[in-house]
């Protein structure tokens, strides 16, 4: 563990929760972690026991059955499950976008039976936004909810989908105002198990390869009134109001992993010897080092930054783009050093950060790319 780079204002409290995170990963996911990329299993064991230790929900108001804490807690609970694992982080990361939203939008009804078993770890969700001409630009939706006399019937089909797979139900966003554009979409219940719902295959994914993604079809399906989440007209909206969150999670968890790298790139660094000395007596090595060890400190002090201004009820659009776009960056082109100090050894499966290199390519992709990122700072910058 590299102290000079922990966090160094956090309160007793959040220390706390971020190690009870750091044993947990240490003694829970870390050892299964090379299992579960070759694998590509769903470890619902493993949940269930995250779930009783309270790293569920972390965001959650406590009443509802969550932690209570606030943003920067998340953020280190992020980075310590990643860091053991960054496929472990990101079904808690789902877990608490769908979290919030159903704390702050949902009904008692909703509430007891999707909410407290999701943080329970009894029921599975997923959050199904993507479809093939919706992914960074929402605009393209084109799955629909109609209003029936009982409810509604949703038609439609979405892709690469966290969670598709083994999910019980689904948080789905569908248009149920064909005309009035962004304020025409909500966010619908849906229970996966019901007729007209499909599930189609799996994907074989590059890396964070125990995270199951695939595709969901609804072809009719029959939704009751009350599987409405929030206000009808709200869903885009509502999407909106966990983006910052979102990023700033995943941010941790590119945060997780470049620790993770650099970790293992030191420790590599001081056992290997060529030419008679260590690899680490050797500058090109240390500048590499140096490197990792300058953006792992930048990344998380950016990820805290835009989490403080969360907290302090300030909006924070900017700081968690900034945040996710440098950490998902800086996590790539780290982990490729990381690759290159550990020489041939580094391109071998069963070596940690060739899986590192493989999962942190996705942190550049998901919440919103790198580009999107980028589009959002400069708007914000030049309004």
């Not at 996911?29 to 779930?51: H, K, M, N, Q, W």
């Not at 960054?86 to 909410?115: C, I, K, M």
């Not at 680490?280 to 835009?306: E, S, Y």
């Not at 900017?318 to 391109?347: E, N, P």
Request: hydrophobic share 45%; glycine share 10%.
């Amino acid at each position: 563990m590299l102290d000079v780079l922990d966090a160094s204002d956090l309160t007793d409290w959040h220390r706390a929760l971020r190690d009870t995170a750091r044993r947990f990963a240490e003694a829970e996911v870390a050892p299964i972690a090379g299992e579960l990329d070759e694998s590509e299993r769903f470890p619902a064991e493993l949940y269930e026991r995250l779930a009783a230790t309270g790293l569920f929900g972390i965001g959650v108001p406590e009443a509802l059955g969550g932690v209570g804490a606030d943003t920067l807690a998340y953020a280190l609970v992020m980075e310590e499950l990643s860091h053991g694992y960054a496929s472990v982080a990101d079904q808690v990361g789902l877990v608490e976008l769908l979290g919030t939203l159903l704390s702050a939008h949902g009904t008692a009804s909703q509430q007891e039976r999707y909410l407290r078993p999701l943080l329970r770890a009894e029921r599975r969700c997923a959050y199904a936004l993507t479809e093939a001409e919706a992914g960074s630009d929402l605009a393209g939706l084109r799955s629909t909810a109609r209003r029936t006399a009982d409810g509604w019937v949703l038609d439609g089909a979405k892709l690469w989908i966290h969670n598709a797979p083994v999910a019980d139900f689904a948080a789905v966003l569908a248009r149920t105002d064909p005309e009035a554009g962004h304020r025409g979409m909500s966010i619908l219940l849906v229970d996966l198990d019901q007729p007209g719902v499909t599930r189609d295959r799996k994907e074989r994914k590059m890396g964070q390869r125990a995270s199951p993604v695939g595709g969901l079809r609804f072809d009719g399906v029959a939704l009751p009134a009350d599987a409405l989440l929030g206000q009808e007209g709200r869903g885009f909206h509502m999407v909106m109001s966990v983006l910052d969150k979102g990023r700033i999670g995943i941010a941790a968890l590119a945060v997780g992993i470049l620790r993770a790298a650099l970790e293992d790139s030191i420790d590599y660094a001081r056992q290997r010897r060529q030419f008679g000395k260590p690899i680490a007596d050797f500058q090109a090595v240390q500048w590499m080092i140096a490197d990792m060890a300058k953006d792992t400190h930048a990344a998380r002090l950016m990820v805290h930054n835009a989490a403080g201004l969360l907290d302090r009820g300030q909006r924070a659009t900017l700081q968690a783009s900034m945040a996710k776009c440098f950490a998902s960056d800086a996590a790539v082109a780290r982990t490729a050093d990381a690759v290159q100090i550990h020489g041939g050894s580094g391109y071998i499966r069963g070596v940690r950060v060739e899986r590192l290199y493989r999962d942190a390519k996705i942190t550049q992709i998901y919440e919103g790319t790198n580009q999107i990122q980028r589009m959002i700072m400069a708007r914000a910058l030049l309004a």
